[in-house]
């Protein structure tokens, strides 16, 4: 029987690299192959209503043993980031991580620095793997991936005997949950793998009423014990100047160059207070990220960010403001801003839901961690969903440096979210 390792090296060397510019979904055939994989092991573990559907999305039920309890969702995605290749992963796993720098054996120029990596010098002693330095590992998210099947298995009664990630040893006169891990008491959950969550394509294919859950959990996460419950808002804003052109030989007086206004926009917008590089933690901002044109027109496309959805008005106000103020001092000038809508802080929808977050903060406890509670500086599947209607906190799976060739996962940290996992179920199995 399958193991939790074992599951992880088989996925991460299924090449599933999302691709930005194209209209296929999912954009790439290696996410269907990992899907009918993981459609072929589901039902291997008893989930009979697995399957794929016509755009690449797995999904399948463990069935409950508690009747009556609320269906929840479990959600990871296949793809992997295209900002490094995936291509012929080869995974290598160093047990007993000594605690040192880890030089990567197909490209020693690629380190990875215990010093530079917050949190990895707490992992000493235990199973990292990295990659050979040459493509990502795909821990984000196949590391979610893994600790699902894995957590299928066990609560359908098929995990490997000999794996060390079952439960814990009980307290004296308890039930023995290795011996019996398929007779938790837990309601339906919902097993889902999506596409294309790399590219921001995640969530448009979920169908919610399919999945017919009260809340969802994205097993997304760095290091284990975060619980992600808050994200950006976050909209676009698309700042369109418009000059003049003319031979420069016959410009003076009527050349209005885009090129220069443009200059003088981004020199107006506050920056020292209100940018990424200049701010942290609670603050929003406003972050111009690309910029396009010619002397005759200028696009520039600026992100609006802020944990109060009210900000965005009013930083979309400021553009307005620096609009203007360039307008007044060149009247033949034009600047359109369109604003466009992102996404908004989980918070909100999460507080619809208030179980959500309970339980798994009471998971990660009864696992003897203390929930550390994150405010993401950007946006998740889970912020999307959270919207739509689909409560969905993120949890942490023990994948570091994602869209990195120095991406490495920590396999102890996978096995803890397995347990997490566990918890969840029994604890979701008492609610009505
Ligand atoms: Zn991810």
Request: hydrophobic share 40%; charged share 25%.
């Amino acid at each position: 029987m399958d193991t939790l390792l074992d599951r992880f090296l088989r996925y991460v060397k299924v090449e599933t690299t999302a691709v930005e510019q194209t209209d296929r979904y999912p954009s790439s055939p290696g996410q269907l192959e990992l899907g009918k994989i993981l459609v072929a092991e589901l039902k291997a573990l008893g989930i009979k209503d697995a399957g794929v559907d016509e755009h690449g999305i797995v999904m399948g039920t463990v069935p409950a043993t508690a009747p009556g309890a609320p269906m929840i969702a479990w959600i990871s995605h296949m793809d992997t980031s295209p900002e490094f290749t995936a291509k012929n992963v080869k995974p290598v796993v160093h047990r007993n991580w000594n605690g040192k720098d880890i030089v990567l054996s197909g490209d020693p120029s690629k380190v990875i620095c215990v010093a530079e990596t917050k949190g990895m010098a707490d992992l000493a002693g235990k199973t990292i793997i990295t990659t050979d330095g040459t493509t990502l590992l795909g821990a984000d998210d196949k590391a979610g991936v893994a600790v699902i099947m894995t957590a299928v298995a066990e609560l359908m009664g098929k995990a490997a005997p000999q794996a060390p990630l079952t439960l814990p040893s009980p307290p004296r006169g308890e039930r023995d949950l290795r011996t019996e891990a398929h007779l938790i008491a837990h309601g339906p959950i919902r097993i889902v793998f999506t596409c294309d969550e790399e590219v921001g394509r995640g969530v448009d294919k979920l169908d919610l009423k399919k999945i017919g859950a009260v809340c969802g959990y994205t097993l997304d996460g760095e290091s284990i014990g975060e619980l992600d419950n808050e994200t950006f808002s976050a909209d676009l804003a698309v700042v369109t100047i418009t000059g003049r052109n003319i031979h420069p030989g016959l410009a003076t007086g009527k050349m209005v160059n885009a090129i220069r206004l443009a200059g003088v926009f981004l020199s107006r917008m506050p920056w020292q207070r209100l940018a990424p590089e200049t701010t942290a933690n609670q603050d929003g901002f406003l972050h111009p990220y690309v910029i396009e044109g010619g002397v005759h027109e200028v696009k520039l496309r600026v992100l609006l960010r802020s944990f109060a959805a009210a900000e965005l008005a009013e930083q979309a106000a400021i553009l307005r403001r620096v609009a203007d103020s360039i307008l007044v001092e060149h009247p033949p000038a034009k600047i359109d801003i369109e604003v466009k809508k992102q996404y908004r802080n989980m918070r909100e929808a999460l507080e619809k839901e208030p179980r959500a977050v309970r339980l798994a903060a009471e998971a990660i406890r009864r696992v003897g961690l203390e929930p550390k509670f994150q405010s993401i500086r950007g946006g998740t599947d889970g912020s999307r969903l959270s919207e739509l209607g689909l409560p969905t906190p993120n949890l942490a799976v023990g994948m570091h440096n994602f869209h990195s060739p120095l991406e490495f996962a920590c396999l102890e940290e996978m096995e803890t979210s397995v347990k997490i996992l566990m918890e969840l179920a029994q604890l979701w199995g008492r609610e009505k």
